[in-house]
């Protein structure tokens, strides 16, 4: 059974950081573009980070480029995102694919002063 958990969310404030973890079984995931996550309440789920197989080719979406990063050690199946420089606007539940057919749970991020 597949399985990925994040772990790592928690209420911050404007300007800390938080480093969210997905740590997946009953797959390697050193084969798998693996995707970072966020959604709100009543909003479309959008997509945050990507990382390649060989975790040298990331992408990351406009709203967080330069403040967050995505890495990964296949060896251990994680994969992170690190989040600096947090704003109110990033508050989300986010979620950790293996694209196109595994979801995490989610973790909850909460940016407030």
């Known amino acids: 059974q597949v399985q990925l958990v994040e772990s790592g969310g928690g209420t911050v404030q404007p300007g800390g950081s938080l480093r969210l973890s997905c740590a997946a079984s009953?797959?390697?995931?050193?084969?798998?573009?693996m995707n970072w996550h966020r959604q709100v309440p009543g909003q479309e789920r959008e997509l945050v980070a990507s990382?390649?197989?060989?975790?040298?080719?990331?992408y990351y979406s406009d709203f967080v480029k330069g403040r967050f990063t995505i890495s990964r050690d296949n060896s251990a199946n994680i994969i992170w995102l690190q989040m600096n420089a947090l704003k109110p606007e990033d508050t989300a539940v986010y979620y950790c694919?293996?694209?196109?057919?595994?979801w995490g749970q989610g973790t909850q991020v909460t940016v407030s002063p």
């Open positions: 694919e293996k694209s196109p057919d595994y």
């Open positions: 990382i390649a197989p060989s975790g040298q080719t990331t």
């Open positions: 009953g797959l390697f995931i050193g084969a798998y573009t």
